[in-house]
C-alpha cells in the first residue's frame, strides 16, 4: 500500500466509528507495531479524530449509537434510547442506553454511555433487533420488553406506539419468565381500558 493509500482507505470507509482492529483489516495488516504508530502518527496530524484509547473516527461528526456498539460487543442500542425515540417515555436523558454483556458506564468525548448486562441467551437473540448502518438498534417493542426483564416497576409515559403482536412474539425470549409476563399482560391491560 502506497503511503497516500493508508487514509484514504479509511476515508472511503462506510464506518463513522473504527477501532484499532478495524483499521488494520482495512490495511490488510495483521496486529503490528508499524500500524499502531501510523494510526498514531494519523490521530496526531488530525487526519483521523482520537475518540478513546482504540476508537477511532473520520472526524468529530460520527454515530454515537455505532461507537456505543462497539466499545462492548455484542451488544445493541435499547432501554429509555429507544423508548424515547418511540414517544414511549417522555423522560429526556443524556447517556445513551446499550444491552450488552456487562454492566457499565462510561464517559468517551463527552458522552456517557450506560451498559446494561443482560443474559447472554437473550442478547444474542435476533428477535426485535434492527441492524442499521453499522449498529445494531432495538425495536420500541424489544426495548420495552427490556426495561420490563430489567425493571420490577417503571412508568411508561405512552404504550401506544406499540405494535402488540410483536411485544407477544418477542416475550418468549426472556425464558418464560413468569413475572415479565405478569407485567406484559397488565401494561397490556391498563392500554386497552384507556383506549375504551
Same mark, same amino acid.
Do not use: C
Given at each position: 500500500?502506497?503511503?497516500?493509500?493508508?487514509?484514504?482507505t479509511?476515508?472511503?470507509?462506510?464506518?463513522?466509528?473504527?477501532?484499532a482492529?478495524?483499521?488494520?483489516?482495512?490495511?490488510?495488516? *495483521?496486529?503490528?507495531?508499524?500500524?499502531?504508530?501510523?494510526?498514531?502518527?494519523?490521530?496526531?496530524?488530525?487526519?483521523?479524530?482520537?475518540?478513546?484509547?482504540?476508537?477511532?473516527a473520520?472526524?468529530?461528526?460520527y454515530?454515537?449509537?455505532?461507537l456505543?456498539?462497539?466499545?462492548?460487543t455484542?451488544?445493541?442500542?435499547?432501554?429509555?434510547?429507544?423508548?424515547?425515540?418511540?414517544?414511549?417515555?417522555?423522560?429526556?436523558?443524556?447517556q445513551?442506553?446499550?444491552?450488552?454483556?456487562?454492566?457499565?458506564?462510561?464517559?468517551?468525548?463527552?458522552?456517557?454511555?450506560s451498559?446494561?448486562?443482560?443474559?447472554?441467551?437473550i442478547?444474542?437473540?435476533? *428477535?426485535?433487533i434492527e441492524n442499521?448502518?453499522?449498529?445494531?438498534? *432495538?425495536t420500541?417493542?424489544? *426495548?420495552?420488553l427490556?426495561?420490563?426483564?430489567?425493571?420490577?416497576?417503571?412508568?411508561?409515559?405512552?404504550?401506544g406506539?406499540?405494535?402488540?403482536d410483536?411485544?407477544?412474539?418477542?416475550l418468549?425470549?426472556?425464558?418464560?419468565?413468569k413475572?415479565?409476563?405478569?407485567?406484559?399482560?397488565?401494561?397490556?391491560?391498563?392500554?386497552?381500558?384507556?383506549?375504551k
Amino acid at each position: 500500500m502506497e503511503k497516500g493509500d493508508y487514509i484514504s482507505t479509511i476515508l472511503r470507509s462506510k464506518q463513522t466509528v473504527l477501532s484499532a482492529k478495524d483499521i488494520m483489516l482495512l490495511w490488510g495488516e *495483521a496486529s503490528s507495531d508499524a500500524a499502531r504508530v501510523r494510526i498514531n502518527y494519523y490521530a496526531k496530524g488530525g487526519d483521523l479524530y482520537r475518540i478513546r484509547r482504540g476508537f477511532y473516527a473520520k472526524d468529530k461528526d460520527y454515530n454515537k449509537f455505532e461507537l456505543a456498539t462497539k466499545i462492548f460487543t455484542p451488544s445493541y442500542v435499547s432501554f429509555e434510547s429507544v423508548l424515547g425515540q418511540a414517544g414511549i417515555t417522555f423522560q429526556h436523558y443524556n447517556q445513551i442506553f446499550i444491552a450488552s454483556y456487562t454492566k457499565r458506564e462510561i464517559v468517551a468525548d463527552g458522552q456517557t454511555y450506560s451498559y446494561k448486562r443482560i443474559k447472554d441467551a437473550i442478547l444474542t437473540n435476533p *428477535a426485535g433487533i434492527e441492524n442499521k448502518d453499522n449498529y445494531s438498534i *432495538a425495536t420500541p417493542e424489544r *426495548a420495552f420488553l427490556d426495561v420490563i426483564y430489567l425493571n420490577k416497576d417503571y412508568h411508561f409515559d405512552n404504550l401506544g406506539p406499540l405494535n402488540w403482536d410483536k411485544v407477544f412474539e418477542i416475550l418468549p425470549i426472556y425464558g418464560g419468565n413468569k413475572r415479565m409476563g405478569k407485567m406484559v399482560k397488565k401494561y397490556h391491560k391498563a392500554l386497552n381500558t384507556e383506549t375504551k
